[in-house]
């Protein structure tokens, strides 16, 4: 049985075009408050939809650059990332992926967790997820 649910006035949907659009019935990011809650960033080429070519150094590229485009779309920046949650699909991956990480984030550093899981959508290596401060 299916009902008719809107979403909230109070919840406002972010899109963008220059990171992946979202390949499943929900949105690229959320902003509620002085907060935006990003889907999970898989590493597709926004305008191919299709993985990177490579392997865990460049799909965790990717993935980081499609975050950033979300982050930007939302009014928002890496640098008020509260939380992350990062999922591999091999922990033997973890060492290169928090190099990269790293590099990324710079001399910030939000919370985070770190899992290993058995798939991730189109069987990517990567994917990360985060909540943000919208606050200037």
Do not use: W
């Amino acid at each position: 049985m299916s009902t008719a649910v809107t979403t909230h006035s109070s919840l406002k949907p972010v899109t963008t075009e220059n990171a992946p659009a979202a390949i499943g019935p929900y949105s690229q990011a959320i902003k509620a408050g002085d907060l935006v809650f990003v889907s999970g960033c898989i590493p597709l080429v926004p305008s191919t939809m299709q993985i990177v070519d490579g392997g865990i150094v460049e799909q965790t590229t990717q993935a980081l650059a499609n975050l950033k485009a979300v982050l930007a779309a939302s009014g928002s920046d890496v640098g008020r990332v509260v939380k992350t949650t990062v999922f591999l699909k091999n922990m033997n991956d973890f060492v290169v992926v928090n190099g990269i990480y790293a590099d990324f984030f710079g001399d910030h550093k939000p919370a985070r967790s770190a899992v290993e899981v058995a798939r991730l959508p189109k069987d990517v290596l990567f994917e990360i997820e985060c909540i943000a401060s919208l606050k200037n």
